[in-house]
């Protein structure tokens, strides 16, 4: 199953959302046996109330996958969050920012559907996480083998929080977008001067990174 080049916006505004049935963007699911679901290249944004609540989240993945390319922000808690089945997902070439009270990417695992030994084998490379309350993290049964690799990590409460695992060739400077507006109005490429610019890997581990960018252009150049 794929989803991608979808704006979704404005969900989860109601007080049900708000409370313990939760809300997101995109899900995949595996309660019903889907797995190696690929979200990419979709702009996620103003998703809850504009406050700080752990129930809803952008985009929620709870099976195996591959998330890239994705710009995700405005959200209540976290804009890429692992939970339940979520194993072996690749997570590269996305931007986060403005989640209120989660992570810009939070992987982690629990409660039904959690595979045995909890999430493993995760790849998450070449992001860009800022202005948020954590920048990654990790939550819940972290197992082996997640690889944490050339993500930018800036102004964010608390920069990263991992359980169970190792960042490597991180960096924290400003990205120096064209015209961060953390609202959502501004304009979220890089610009000519940025830090981040061809700064990512191709792959990590065998996990290849997206081969077209949020735009349509050809990654890398």
């Known amino acids: 199953i794929i989803?991608?080049?979808?704006?979704?916006?404005?969900?989860g505004k109601s007080d049900t959302a708000a409370g313990s049935s939760g809300g997101m963007g995109i899900e995949t699911d595996n309660y019903n046996g889907g797995n190696d679901n690929t979200v990419r290249h979709?702009?996620?944004?103003?998703?809850?109330?504009?406050?700080?609540?752990?129930?809803?989240?952008?985009?929620?993945?709870?099976?195996?996958?591959?998330v890239h390319g994705n710009l995700v922000h405005n959200v209540d808690s976290s804009g890429i969050h692992l939970w339940h089945g979520a194993d072996q997902v690749t997570i590269a070439n996305n931007t986060c920012f403005s989640c209120i009270a989660g992570s810009g990417i939070m992987v982690g695992a629990g409660d039904s559907g959690m595979v045995s030994g909890g999430v493993t084998n995760c790849r998450v490379f070449n992001n860009i996480c800022r202005d948020s309350n954590y920048g990654i993290s990790e939550l819940g049964t972290i197992g082996s083998g997640n690889l944490y690799d050339h993500n930018l990590v800036h102004n964010c409460n608390t920069p990263w929080s991992l359980t169970n695992s190792t960042h490597t060739n991180d960096l924290s400077s400003n990205p120096l977008m064209v015209n961060f507006q953390a609202n959502g109005t501004g304009d979220y490429h890089l610009a000519s001067n940025s830090p981040a610019r061809n700064a990512g890997v191709s792959s990590l581990s065998s996990s290849a990174a997206p081969t077209l960018d949020f735009d349509g252009n050809t990654r890398p150049q």
């Open 3 to 11: 989803v991608q080049n979808c704006n979704v916006h404005d969900v």
């Open 42 to 66: 979709c702009w996620v944004h103003h998703i809850g109330q504009g406050s700080a609540n752990n129930n809803i989240q952008g985009i929620y993945v709870a099976s195996r996958g591959v």
